[in-house]
């Protein structure tokens, strides 16, 4: 992971106070494969997976100054990190009403993008199947896409078909997607941020099975372990297999529906 390396592990370690909060409850979270601490790591896009991981950074009275959805590069990572910290210096600018400070926050959001290097921009492209996700469920209405006649094409594509030429260009980067909607929601209380509308791109599944991958190949070694791996967040319940008898169907529509008057259920565990 990014955290892990440099530099941003020295940014981390001695520039800031760093805490983590488990959101595998929220209603917002994606889902993915447990993953252990000492687990295998794989390197990946900025900006995937943005509903398992947010990268918060928040001023000392708990003002978002800035929040990175998913994983990011630790160089791409400690470049926002000290964006955060000239956010910082505005938000506790004393000179400045709280409206000045909220549109020069958001100026100071779509100004940065253009700040952005080239590699950072070529790190920061969608994925795959976050790009198909959005094209099919919102081709129209999603902020993340630019050309909704080129972006559809991805729809009837079947897994491992390579994406037409220029597909890439009909979504926004992810530093850029990531800016804009900052710009839209500057100097928020944290407890005020809207979450679930910030991360919601792409799909809620974000796993590369990394512990179940040879670290020498990259490779997946271990498909069955994979498969049936433990999976955490808010995972969808997978469909009944047809053929079940009625009286099966019937007490699973018993249970389902005791579920949402809260009644709890002994079978389920839960409440």
Not at 119 to 129: E, N
Not at 182 to 191: D, V
Not at 236 to 241: G, Q, V
Request: with cysteine; aromatic share 8%; net charge positive.
């Amino acid at each position: 992971m990014s955290l892990s390396q440099e530099p941003a592990l020295s940014v981390l370690k001695n520039e800031l106070v760093c805490g983590y909060r488990d959101i595998s409850k929220e209603s917002y979270a994606g889902f993915s494969g447990k993953h252990d601490p000492d687990g295998n790591a794989v390197a990946t896009t900025n900006g995937a997976g943005p509903h398992n991981l947010q990268t918060f950074l928040l001023a000392s009275d708990g003002t978002v100054l800035h929040c990175l959805p998913g994983y990011w590069n630790p160089q791409d990572l400690v470049r926002e990190i000290e964006f955060a910290g000239r956010m910082n210096d505005v938000w506790r600018n004393q000179s400045l009403s709280v409206t000045q400070k909220k549109q020069m926050g958001s100026r100071m959001q779509l100004a940065h993008v253009q700040e952005h290097p080239h590699a950072m921009v070529a790190r920061s492209h969608m994925q795959g199947f976050d790009m198909k996700h959005e094209a099919k469920v919102r081709p129209y209405t999603s902020d993340t896409i630019l050309n909704p006649q080129v972006a559809v094409q991805l729809v009837s594509m079947e897994k491992g078909q390579k994406a037409p030429l220029g597909t890439k260009d009909a979504f926004k980067t992810t530093d850029r997607l990531m800016h804009e909607r900052m710009a839209a929601r500057p100097f928020l209380p944290y407890n005020y941020f809207d979450v679930a509308a910030y991360v919601d791109y792409g799909r809620p599944k974000y796993d590369k099975n990394e512990d179940f991958r040879d670290p020498r190949t990259g490779m997946i070694a271990d498909q069955d372990g994979a498969k049936h791996q433990e999976m955490l967040g808010q995972v969808p319940e997978k469909p009944m297999r047809r053929g079940r008898g009625m009286g099966q169907r019937m007490m699973q529509q018993g249970f389902s529906s005791m579920a949402r008057r809260g009644v709890k259920n002994v079978l389920w565990g839960q409440n």
